[in-house]
Nanobody, 118 residues
């Protein structure tokens, strides 16, 4: 049974930091690229960051470049999103997504709420 379980979401003040974690099970994690997406109320889900299957390549949305860092630990079947200098516009539900192949096929987690507010 495939599972992706996000954790680490919280309410933090602007300028603060959070580290999200996504624990994967039920598939060969090291063969899948991983992404973090987010969806704010009333908006479409958007791609935040992507990391290749072995971690050698990363990409970020322009809105988070220089503030967020995606990483993975294939030995622990986990992917992380370190978020610094958080802004109110980062408020959203954050989802991890595992995918591979062309066209890509993958799995979604259930999401974790991140709220940035003073």
């Amino acid at each position: 049974q495939v599972q992706l379980v996000e954790s680490g979401g919280d309410l933090v003040q602007p300028g603060g930091s959070l580290r999200l974690s996504c624990a994967a099970s039920g598939f060969t994690f090291s063969t899948y690229a991983m992404s973090w997406y987010r969806q704010a109320p009333g908006k479409e889900r958007e791609l935040v960051a992507t990391i290749s299957s072995v971690g050698g390549s990363t990409n970020y949305a322009d809105s988070v470049k220089g503030r967020f860092t995606i990483s993975r630990d294939n030995a622990k079947n986990r992917v992380y999103l370190q978020m610094n200098s958080l802004k109110s516009e980062d408020t959203a539900v954050y989802y991890c997504y595992a995918y591979r192949g062309l066209p890509p096929r993958g799995y979604w987690g259930q999401g974790t709420q991140v709220t940035i507010s003073s």
